[in-house]
């Protein structure tokens, strides 16, 4: 599970275009504008076969919570 958790990381790096990322740090902290959020959701729903929306992103607002909701929906 370690390496599915650092590969979600590494991809939410990649898609977000943020260079150093921090499991545990909001979206908002990281100062995410509504594309990026919306550019992000749209890869994950496509590369990881989910269907979150804003909503989910908001209850679930840092890598690690949003990684444990697509874990959970799988």
């Known amino acids: 599970m370690k390496n599915l958790k650092n590969d979600f ?10 260079d150093t990322i921090e499991a545990d740090v909001s979206f908002m902290e990281m100062g995410l504008n509504s594309i990026q959020i919306i550019k992000y959701i749209n890869q994950i ?4 076969n989910q269907s979150l929306t804003i909503v989910d992103l908001m209850e679930n607002d ?5 990684f444990q909701k697509i874990k959970e929906n799988e």
Do not use: A, G, P, V
Not at 45 to 48: K, L, M, R, S, T
């Open 45 to 48: 729903n496509q590369d990881y």
């Open 9 to 18: 990381i590494e991809f939410s790096r990649k898609t977000l275009e943020i």
């Open 62 to 66: 840092t890598l690690e919570k949003l």
